[in-house]
């Protein structure tokens, strides 16, 4: 007969892992975090159990999946781990459970997430996960001098996303690429689906004449944002920025003389220009910085019409002298159009008074580049040339009188916004830039790159991490483009994805020429960290963390490159020869 062990009751096995295992008080683990703790954190509670919020830079692995999934999690066994759940009990004994996997190094957190956070310190807590999708916590009216009430309004800051089997919050650092609405902003869009919706200009009822009352106040708005005069200047909506730029080459096209572009211009910033006449390029250095001496002699050699620059750089961030640039371009009987996209949620633009030499003649900007939804954006420029160009797409809308053989087309901004306009998209768009000039955009800039220079300082610091674009920072805007000695670009960034969610993009950014200046023959490309309005210092650490296990080799997928998308598997590390396909740009 075999003896069997004595039976045990779950509070005796919970207080033999607690003798047995280390068990950190929250104010001893925050101090270890403090002092630079390099180590696992999990949250071992069930999925429905995270509503309340978690420890942050926690990993979700609930208790059932822990000894299957931990070993992709880290596979480093000398690498620290502390657990922790609600009150500290599973914490015990999945502690247990990894010193018997021999992790070396497992400490539990006493008393949970309750003891955590009646001790005071910071909870992170989110407002949407990947099976409940638009699920969004009722967070109060967001308080706009209030840095956490603003990134509480955000639900992308609060989202969770799976990770084989675990979940992690997301860290979204890829605001260059696009921006998420606020709930605040995403309520007034949808509060005008629902009770406000009506088509504009076309009917006298009472809900046509509100919805036009309310569009017609975008105008104002959007011309505000960037100091304009509706006197002079109008604004016209657009769907984005590349439709924006175009619209821009449209009135142009018909005069005389050629257009300059820059070296670090978007696509959609030089190629419209490219098929309506000659365009002419001003060079970069190989920082990435205009070369305004270049700029001069283009001007001065040539009948140039337009001056087309970016007002911050899609691969760098940096910042040209816009007044800089208009007073040249003034000086030599050219205007200067500005594609803000980059720019406008980052920076205070002015285009100024006409009689300044220093004023911007053309702003093209995108609502979901400032954290409004797709499909909304605008052009701000002279009225006077916009009106001396045909519409730029003719149709509904556009015109005064048809005839069977002439037509009479209106003033602008109706002249070029032909068929219904995206009028939802048009007043979220105008309600976040209400919302940025509260918040106020000095302290949106001293926010951000505050957070920059915490990015860059961590980063720096790591040996194989090459950091590109001009080290004057007060001369860029939050954008990060870096690369790791030794991992693709693309391998870097799904890693950082699928491992860290890390929200990042890689590739050449739609600023090809750019990037081949920039990074030189030997990267196709690179990966872009973009630092928002919600962000905060803990995502930065947590970038700053991630980078350096990858360029330490310390990551635990398989990834492969099939059909120029890349695949993840996450039960097992063999990345070391991973496929090499078609590019994503």
Not at 463 to 479: D, F, H, K, M
Not at 511 to 522: K, M, N, S, T, Y
Not at 558 to 566: A, K, L, T
């Amino acid at each position: 007969m075999t003896d069997h062990p004595a039976a045990k009751s779950y509070d005796e096995l919970v207080a033999e892992a607690r003798a047995e295992i280390e068990e950190l008080s929250p104010d001893a683990f925050a101090d270890r975090r403090a002092s630079g703790w390099d180590g696992v954190l999990l949250d071992v509670r069930e999925r429905e159990e995270l509503a309340a919020g978690t420890i942050p830079n926690s990993i979700h692995l609930p208790r059932g999946l822990l000894e299957r999934e931990v070993q992709f999690i880290c596979p480093d066994r000398d690498r620290p781990i502390c657990v922790h759940c609600e009150a500290g009990n599973r914490a015990a004994l999945a502690a247990i459970a990894l010193r018997r996997m021999g992790y070396r190094h497992v400490a539990s957190l006493a008393g949970g997430i309750d003891a955590w956070s009646g001790a005071g310190h910071p909870v992170e807590r989110f407002a949407a996960t990947r099976d409940r999708p638009g699920v969004a916590r009722d967070v109060g009216p967001l308080d706009p001098a209030d840095w956490e009430s603003i990134r509480a309004d955000f639900p992308i800051a609060g989202c969770r996303v799976d990770q084989g089997g675990t979940s992690r919050t997301l860290a979204y650092l890829d605001h260059a690429a696009t921006t998420h609405p606020p709930a605040t902003i995403l309520r007034i869009h949808t509060e005008f689906l629902e009770n406000e919706y009506a088509n504009v200009h076309r009917a006298g009822y009472a809900l046509a004449r509100s919805a036009t009352l309310r569009f017609e106040r975008c105008y104002e708005i959007c011309a505000e944002f960037v100091g304009g005069n509706l006197d002079r200047d109008c604004v016209v909506f657009t769907p984005n920025t590349t439709a924006g730029c175009d619209l821009v080459a449209h009135v142009m096209a018909e005069r005389e003389g050629a257009v300059v572009v820059t070296g670090m211009e978007h696509h959609s910033n030089d190629l419209p220009h490219r098929r309506r006449g000659e365009v002419l390029r001003a060079e970069i250095d190989a920082m990435g910085r205009l070369d305004y001496d270049h700029v001069e002699s283009l001007l001065t050699s040539t009948r140039v019409k337009l001056l087309a620059v970016t007002g911050a750089a899609n691969l760098t961030g940096w910042t040209p002298d816009l007044d800089r640039l208009a007073r040249m371009a003034h000086a030599h009987g050219a205007l200067i159009c500005v594609d803000a996209a980059q720019l406008l949620a980052h920076k205070r633009l002015d285009v100024r008074p006409s009689e300044d030499e220093g004023h911007i003649d053309f702003v093209v900007a995108a609502g979901h580049k400032m954290y409004a939804p797709f499909g909304a954006g605008f052009v701000y420029g002279p009225r006077a040339v916009l009106d001396a160009a045909p519409p730029w797409i003719p149709g509904g809308g556009t015109a005064s009188d048809v005839g069977d053989e002439d037509v009479v087309f209106m003033p602008s901004p109706d002249r070029h916004q032909g068929g219904t306009p995206n009028v939802a998209g048009i007043v979220a768009l105008a309600a976040m830039a209400e919302l940025l000039m509260r918040i106020g955009m000095d302290r949106v800039r001293e926010h951000e790159m505050a957070l920059l220079r915490r990015a860059i300082d961590g980063l720096s610091a790591i040996e194989g991490v090459t950091l590109y674009g001009p080290p004057e920072l007060e001369n860029r805007v939050a954008i990060l483009p870096f690369n790791i000695e030794g991992v693709e670009d693309m391998l870097a960034a799904a890693i950082l994805g699928e491992e860290g969610a890390i929200a990042v993009r890689n590739g050449r950014f739609c600023a090809h020429p750019h990037a081949r200046r920039i990074l030189g023959p030997e990267r196709p490309g690179a990966v872009r960290a973009s630092i928002g309005l919600f962000n905060d210092e803990r995502e930065m650490d947590r970038l700053v963390e991630m980078v350096g296990r990858i360029a330490k080799g310390r990551w635990s997928g398989n990834y492969e490159v099939r059909e120029g998308q890349m695949s993840a598997q996450l039960g097992g590390r063999c990345a070391d020869k991973w496929m090499q396909g078609t590019r994503a740009e």
